[in-house]
């Protein structure tokens, strides 16, 4: 019997060839690697450094909150596009960490569940056939895959160290800002750590004026900063709610990764488009989960103990990877380290890719990290390892350099 299905599927991806390809993404490399190294070496733990989710639970507060509004009657329907207890707790949160004043709950701000269907949806509402995002790399890339779905065109902007890890607008070449729609960028930085400035975002403000172009800040970091650094929102530089709107999520910065809750804000127009999309795409975050938010949002020293540790660990990740002879520095913001790979080992292996270099750590070292190759050769290490104490950081530092020692990497 003929698999008709197989005839089925959207060209997006793949049409006919779907499930059939041999490609290993490499996630799934990683996933590989791990259980081969596990099999190989069953006395030796693996130190994973590549998990991109806090290790901590939600706050006791929060999850308290929780746990009485879900028991509540008038919680157990559909929120659809939110309640206006959440939403207004976005705007004193926006005000109180980030200085953004005089957000309209009801108009300039909209729940999401969680960031990730926020980048998804935006392209949604402005993305035609032909159109172009403008997305830097490496980075999350929902919204360029969305992007490709709708028949548009996604235009790179890599990340190097050259430009701080800031993306160089003035390289963008005219007719590729004609046809621009959306201009994307995440700092705090996944993968690179890199932070932006107000005059970065006084320069992203000019550009998309003038080049009739939505901005989009996936700001699921922003909170997250250390050493003098203080969080910074793209909102708060004047002129930025004329041209954009920004994602804020609560999954990092108030450890609520899986409970999946995040809010867009900004330009009125774009938060209307952005809720008209979610509107047929899904119902709304659970009522309970919006009011565990609304308790979140209020109690922003949540976000400074989780800053203050992953602040501390960083400090030990540098200096464990430096005194193995890595050229390595702690960044102000986010919770990853953004590690360029050595091209080989004196007298044996050599790296062509981040993607060699990450393979050799997990299957001769047992350290798992996630490879960059998009820009540069770089591996990506992230500090939110599970250690219960101090002191059981400074022992798992300790092990990455002893498993490290001897090895004389050639950069």
């Not at 939600?58 to 309640?83: C, H, M, P, Q, T």
């Not at 104490?389 to 020692?405: G, P, Q, V, Y």
Request: proline share 5%.
């Amino acid at each position: 019997m003929s698999d008709y299905i197989q005839e089925l599927f959207a060209d997006r991806i793949g049409g006919n060839t779907f499930g059939k390809g041999t490609v290993l993404y490499k996630f799934e490399k990683i996933k590989r690697a791990r259980r081969e190294a596990e099999a190989k070496h069953p006395e030796t733990p693996i130190i994973d450094m590549g998990v991109g989710e806090p290790d901590w639970m939600a706050d006791s507060s929060v999850v308290e909150r929780l746990y009485a509004e879900a028991k509540k009657r008038e919680n157990r329907g559909y929120s659809d596009n939110g309640i206006l207890p959440f939403q207004e707790a976005a705007a004193k949160y926006m005000d109180r960490v980030y200085g953004v004043e005089g957000l309209d709950p009801v108009n300039e701000i909209c729940h999401s569940i969680g960031s990730k269907p926020a980048l998804a949806m935006i392209p949604q509402a402005f993305i035609n056939p032909g159109d172009v995002a403008i997305v830097t790399v490496p980075g999350y890339g929902v919204l360029a895959t969305m992007t490709k779905f709708l028949g548009g065109e996604v235009y790179n902007l890599p990340l190097t160290p050259e430009n701080h890890f800031l993306p160089d607008l003035d390289s963008v070449p005219a007719d590729i800002a004609k046809r621009a729609k959306l201009l994307y960028f995440n700092y705090p930085n996944n993968p690179t750590g890199a932070v932006a400035s107000p005059e970065f975002f006084r320069k992203v403000i000019a550009f998309a004026k003038k080049n009739n172009i939505v901005v989009v800040s996936d700001a699921a970091y922003a909170a997250l900063t250390f050493d003098g650094y203080a969080p910074l929102s793209f909102l708060s530089v004047p002129g930025a709610k004329d041209v954009g709107v920004e994602i804020q999520s609560l999954s990092k910065a108030f450890n609520m990764t899986g409970w999946r809750l995040g809010f867009v804000a900004g330009n009125s127009k774009v938060v209307k488009a952005f809720a008209c999309i979610k509107d047929n795409n899904d119902s709304g975050q659970f009522k309970a989960i919006q009011y565990a938010g609304v308790e979140a949002l209020s109690d922003p020293s949540i976000t400074d103990r989780s800053a203050a540790k992953y602040s501390r660990r960083h400090n030990l990740l540098v200096q464990a990877l430096s005194d193995v002879g890595f050229k390595v520095q702690k960044p102000k913001g986010s919770f990853y380290l953004y590690a360029q790979v050595p091209k080989g080992i004196e007298g044996g292996e050599v790296f062509k890719t981040a993607e060699d270099f990450s393979q050799w750590l997990i299957r001769e070292k047992l350290i798992s990290t996630v490879p960059w190759d998009d820009a540069g050769h770089f591996v990506r290490f992230s500090v939110t390892f599970i250690a219960d104490s101090e002191a059981a950081e400074i022992a798992l530092m300790t092990e990455i350099k002893h498993r490290l020692d001897g090895c004389k990497f050639i950069w």
